[in-house]
């Protein structure tokens, strides 16, 4: 098969790769501390991966019902299948699934486990903010998604976060049940002072590795930033619709008046509750990071 | 909302905040001085109309209700696609659509109506057109603030210009300070 047009930037090649150099040393250093607690914890990871991996495996699933989205055909949404079919015959790459989910929330997501199991999706709220050229920009950032294969990457990337949860959870239980068994004669005392050990090593295991999925993550938005704008060879337009899609305007809801009023049985005080849309950004780097950098690549592309 | 009224499944009905109306005619002024926008001659108070009342059947009921008299004070009731009731009142003096959108909202509260309340728009368009686009303020009555409406179509609406209003009124106006109620008033029968 051919690979996908969309260019690569060394810079972030090599942060990218030194942050999962990390997270494999991570890994490396739970597996010994899995070993060294000596449970019958061979079963419970099994689990454990077999919960990751289905969670990267149904990632389109997950992520569509998760959002409310639903999958249209191109008679449905001719728009938005259109600008994706244009992306795809640009990038060299298959044609994912489309989806709409139906929130005034302005956002985008890309998910599935590899190229051809993708799908990509928009809000309603996005497609009304946006004109044909902006919601191009986006989708070309989130085609990048795909492309990148980031719902494996970041899989993996979390997975360690999940283990090291357990690790800490196991080895707090273990520290109760060895502490009150009495089982294991006077080798009692030495093993809860060792899994009090475990247990506060497992959890600053945990920051650590959440604070790097965290920045891999940003990372990861900065390159499928780069990529989609590269590919519709417009950063600026890219940046227009972040300013459209975040801040102040992202919160300016195309609701009706009269109709979020019928839907909150009827004029009284407690109107809708913001704020969940922050949260789905919060992965994202800042908004003036994301400008800049796209500035930069703008001044790069015509000089 | 209290414990209790969480515990029995009530809910208080908001009486209508009729004071912040009169700091409009100031922030009509700013509005001409700055972005070059004046009033459209038109205002509108927009009610949900319940069922059950017998006594505002008909739109006449409703004139007569509010002791307006649709000739000679220039108002006329409209019903619009979502079925809610406007009040339309038809005054080139940003002065005079205040006094009657309060006269109205008074009797509406005095009838026993004020829970029905929703809104008042305000129109306002480019003095010199094509100007930048017109804008509705949007009054917000259980809340007291004021918020700008620039619809540009169907299901379009120019953030920029309403978030420049409202850099200019902040000053004038309580200006709604959460962006997440500046709801929509599609294709609304107030120019």
């Not at chain 2, 540009?152 to 997440?180: A, H, W, Y």
Request: net charge negative; proline share 4%.
């Amino acid at each position: 098969m051919a690979k996908s047009k969309i260019e690569t930037d060394h810079g972030l090649n090599v942060r990218m790769f030194i942050t999962g150099l990390m997270l494999v040393v991570l890994y490396l250093i739970i597996t010994t501390l899995l070993i060294y607690a000596g449970l019958s914890m061979g079963l419970v990871l099994v689990i454990v991966v077999a919960m990751i991996f289905s969670q990267y495996y149904f990632s389109d699933k997950i992520a569509m019902f998760s959002m409310h989205a639903h999958e249209v055909s191109a008679q449905e949404e001719p728009r938005l299948h259109e600008i994706v079919d244009r992306l795809c015959l640009l990038a060299n790459m298959p044609k994912p699934r489309v989806g709409v989910a139906e929130m005034d929330i302005p956002n985008a997501f890309a998910t599935g486990r590899n190229p051809s199991h993708a799908v990509v999706c928009a809000t309603r709220g996005i497609m009304n903010r946006l004109s044909d050229e902006e919601l191009e920009a986006v989708l070309a950032h989130e085609l990048s998604h795909v492309a990148h294969r980031d719902v494996a990457v970041m899989t993996i990337a979390s997975g360690v976060g999940m283990l090291a949860g357990l690790v800490s959870r196991m080895a707090m239980w273990g520290a109760i049940l060895g502490g009150g068994g009495g089982g294991r004669g006077n080798n009692n005392d030495n093993a809860a002072a060792m899994e009090m050990v475990v247990w506060l090593v497992s959890i600053v295991i945990y920051v650590v590795a959440y604070l790097l999925t965290m920045a891999l993550s940003r990372y990861r938005e900065l390159a499928a930033d780069r990529s989609g704008a590269i590919l519709i060879g417009k950063p600026s337009v890219l940046a227009s619709a972040l300013v459209h899609i975040t801040g102040d305007m992202g919160r300016i809801p195309r609701t009706d008046l009269r109709k979020a009023e019928s839907m909150n049985s009827f004029f009284f005080v407690p109107a809708l509750a913001g704020g969940s849309a922050a949260s789905l950004f919060s992965t994202h780097p800042s908004l003036e990071k994301r400008l800049d950098a796209l500035q930069k690549l703008e001044r790069e592309l015509n000089g | 909302m209290g414990l209790r009224d969480a515990l029995f499944g009530r809910t208080k009905q908001v009486a209508p905040q009729l004071d912040n109306l009169f700091a409009l005619p100031t922030a009509a002024l700013t509005l001409q001085s700055e972005l070059d926008l004046v009033s459209s001659g038109q205002a509108g108070l927009c009610f949900k109309a319940g069922s059950g009342e017998t006594s505002i059947q008909t739109d006449a009921d409703i004139l007569q209700l509010l002791d307006f008299e649709a000739e000679k004070d220039s108002v006329h009731v409209t019903t619009d696609d979502l079925g809610f009731k406007w009040l339309v009142i038809d005054d080139p003096s940003v002065d005079g659509q205040v006094t009657k959108v309060h006269a109205a909202n008074s009797s509406m509260v005095d009838h026993g109506l004020g829970p029905r309340l929703l809104c008042a728009v305000f129109g306002f368009v480019p003095a010199t057109p094509p100007g930048e686009g017109s804008v509705r303020l949007v009054y917000l009555l259980k809340q007291g603030t004021f918020y700008p409406f620039a619809p540009t179509g169907p299901n379009q609406r120019d953030n920029e210009l309403e978030l420049r209003v409202k850099s200019f009124l902040g000053s004038d106006l309580p200006i709604e300070k959460d962006l997440s109620r500046w709801m929509a008033l599609w294709n609304l029968p107030v120019r």
